[in-house]
C-alpha cells in the first residue's frame, strides 16, 4: 500500500502557515490524476498546532484530508482511519480500501483520513533527501545474524544514520513535533473541525490501533466508537527498546502456512504437491535461508538475501490471498533452479517488501521518526543491543534478526517527541470501543488485542479464526455482520464467540462474502455453497 514518491525537501516556510481564523474544513474536489479511483472523493486542508504544547504560537502547518463520503445520505457522521507503519500516508489506503470499509460500516458513515504527521503530504518527515547519504543508509540494510559482528555493525551504521539525519540532514525541522500524542489531538482537530456531534468516530489498524488506544484514553470523554484492528501492544510500543510482542506469534504462523498447505493439497498449494510433511517442507525452507545466508544471489538489479528473503515472508504472512502464489514462488526458488521469469517476479516483489526498496525509503524514515521519537527508553551501551537482539531472536526465529534494524536505530534516536501519553491505558471511554484481533497474526498477536481490552473498561471482542494481519484482511461473513452492527446500532460481539473464517488457501474475497451475505436471489454451486456454510458464524 506504500507509493513511490520522489524525495523531496521540506521547507519549513512552505509548510508552516499562520493559523487561519476560520477552523471550518473547506472541501473540494480533489486534483486531477491524484487518485485512481471512481468514488466521489473530497479533499480538505486544516491548519492545526505544530506544537500543541506551545499554545501561543502561531506556527501550524496544513493537514491533508480526504474524505469519502458515505453512500447512504445523509450521513451519520464521519469516521476516521488510519492504516498504521507508523510512517505510512494514510490518504491513499482510504481510497483503496474506501469501497470495503464503506461495507463494513453499513454504508452509513463518510470516511476520512489525513496523512498523519511526519508522513505524505502533511508535514512529511525526512532524514536527507541527499541521494548519497540516502546510499549510505541502505547500504548496510542486513540480517543481524548475518555474520559475527553484523550486530556491531548495524548499531555502529544506525549511529552514522541519526547523525546524518540530524547533523547533515532535516531531521531537526520536525523530529519533535510528529509523535503519536500530536496526532492524537489532530484527530480530536478534525472532529472540532467537522462540526458534527463533537465526538470522535475512529478506525485503526495495526500501529493505527496504537494511535486509536492513545486517542481513546486522552479523550475518553470524546469517543462515540472506535475500532483497534490488528492490535499492538501500546505498553510495549512506547516503554520497551522493542515491540517484543508484536512478534510472539509469527514463527507459529509460519509454521501454519505449511500446514495449511499441506491441508489444501497440490491444487491450492503447489509445494503440497511434493507429498512432503508440513515440518518437512519448513525444514527446507529453513535450510534455504542458510543456503542464501552463506551465498546470496543476484536477481536482476537485487541481490536476494537473508534480510530481503525474510522481510517478503513476514509481507506474505499479512494477507493469506498470496499464499497460492507463494507455494508456487517456493517451488521454483527451494526446489527449482531459481532462474526465470518466476524469480524475476519475486526479485521484483522482494524489492517492494524490503526496507531498502525505492518505495519504502521515505516510510522507513517516518518510521523512525514517529516511532523513535515515542519510544521512551534509549541504549546507552552496545551490550544492551546485544540483549534485544538475543531476545528478538529468541521470541522470532523467522523475524528477530531483521527488526533490530529498527532497534538500533530507535534505541540511539536523538530526538524524544515533545509530547508523549504517559498513562497506562487503563480507561473507561465514554461509549465502548471494539478491540479486533485474528486468532493468528504474525504482525499482532491475539495476546496483544487481550492486554489492550483488559485496559480499556467495557470495551467489546471480536476474535476471528483466521490468520492474517488484521481482521479487515480476512474476510468473514461473522466480523462483516459484526462490525456493521457495531457501527451502526454500537452492538458488541456476545462475550467469547469467535467468528469463523475460511480456510487461508479458499479464495475467498469480501466480494464474495457481501454477495452471498446480501445475495436474495443466491444461485451458486451447491459445493460452494457448502463450503460457505461451513464457515459462516
Ligand atoms: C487505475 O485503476 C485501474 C483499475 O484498478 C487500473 O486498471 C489502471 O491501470 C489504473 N491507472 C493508473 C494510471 O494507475
Ligand atoms: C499564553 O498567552 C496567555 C494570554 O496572553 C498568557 O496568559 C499565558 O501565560 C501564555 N502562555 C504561555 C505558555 O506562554
Ligand atoms: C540539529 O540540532 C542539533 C542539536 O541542537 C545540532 O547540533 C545540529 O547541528 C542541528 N542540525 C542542523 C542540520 O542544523
Ligand atoms: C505424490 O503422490 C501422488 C499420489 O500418490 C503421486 O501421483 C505423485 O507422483 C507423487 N508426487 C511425488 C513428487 O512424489
Ligand atoms: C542465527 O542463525 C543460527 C543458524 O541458523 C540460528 O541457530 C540462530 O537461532 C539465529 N539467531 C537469531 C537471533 O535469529
Ligand atoms: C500488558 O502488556 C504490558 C507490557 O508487556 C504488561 O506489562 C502488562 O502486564 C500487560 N497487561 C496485561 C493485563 O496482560
Ligand atoms: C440495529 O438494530 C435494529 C433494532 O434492533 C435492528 O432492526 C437492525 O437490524 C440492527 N442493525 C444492524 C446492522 O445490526
Ligand atoms: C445460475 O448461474 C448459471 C451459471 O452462471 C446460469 O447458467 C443459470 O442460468 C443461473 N440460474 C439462474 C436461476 O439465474
Known sequence: MLSLQKFQSTTSLLLLARLASCSNIQWSRCKEGEFNTTLSLQCGTLPVPLDYTQPNSSMTFNLEIIRIPAPVQPSRGSIQLNFGGPGSPARGDAVALGPLLQQLSGSAYDLIAFDPRGTGRSIPFICTDDSYHIGQIISQVRSSNDSDNALRRL????????YICQRLGQGNETAEFIGTAFVARDLISVVDALGEDGMLRYWGFSYGTTLGATVAAMFPERIDKAILDGVQNPHDYYHSHADFEEWVDTDEVFSYYFTSCVEAGPDKCALASLNKTAV???QDVWNFFD??????????????DLIGL??????????????????????ALVYGSQQGPLLEALAQALAAGSPDGPANIIPVQSLWGIHCGDMIPRMKLFDEAVAAADRLGKTSRLIGDVVTWNMVHCNQWPWHARETYMGNFHVKTKNPILIASNSRDAHTPLTSALNVSSGFEGSGFLEVDGTGHTVLNVPSACSFKAMVAYWVNGTLPSPGSVCRAPHPFDSFTWADIFNDAMSTNVNESTERRAEFQRWLY
Open 280 to 282: 518437512a517442507l519448513e
Open 291 to 304: 543456503v542464501i545466508r552463506a551465498a546470496p544471489i543476484a536477481v536482476g538489479s537485487d541481490v536476494l
Open 155 to 162: 548499531w555502529e551504521r544506525a549511529k552514522a544514520d541519526n
Open 310 to 331: 525474510k522481510s517478503f515472508f513476514l509481507g506474505q504472512l499479512k494477507v493469506s490471498a498470496g499464499w497460492s502464489s507463494l507455494s508456487q514462488f517456493l517451488l
